[in-house]
């Protein structure tokens, strides 16, 4: 079952700003939910060199339609220079659950 529902991830530096990061695309009704997992540790290459940083991860669940407008809200609000936000596609899930994502979202 093909929908066209998206989750995007992307992880912020602490709880205190996925939290405010969270409330702001969901007040926006840009995402439907989003979930918060961590601390997690994160390796990435940035300023030259290996980092090795705790981060929180955000998982958005959005629609193709909210796509663009996330992306754009949470690069405009987020602290890092260069915020990790990737998209990828829902190829299927709980009907219902679908649904309500479509109906949770702006107009």
């Not at 601390?39 to 998982?59: C, K, N």
């Amino acid at each position: 079952m093909a929908t066209s529902g998206v989750v995007v991830l992307s992880t912020a530096p602490d709880d205190e700003v996925a939290a405010s990061l969270a409330a702001f695309v969901v007040g926006e009704r840009l995402a439907a939910c989003v979930n918060i997992v961590g601390p997690i540790r994160s390796l990435f290459w940035w300023d030259g060199a290996v980092q090795d940083d705790s981060e929180v991860l955000l998982i958005c669940k959005t629609d193709a339609d909210h796509l663009d407008a996330l992306i754009e809200a949470l690069v405009a609000e987020h602290p890092y220079d260069c915020p990790e936000v990737i998209a990828l596609p829902i190829v299927g899930g709980a009907v219902g659950y679908l649904r309500w994502i479509g109906e949770s979202l702006a107009g």
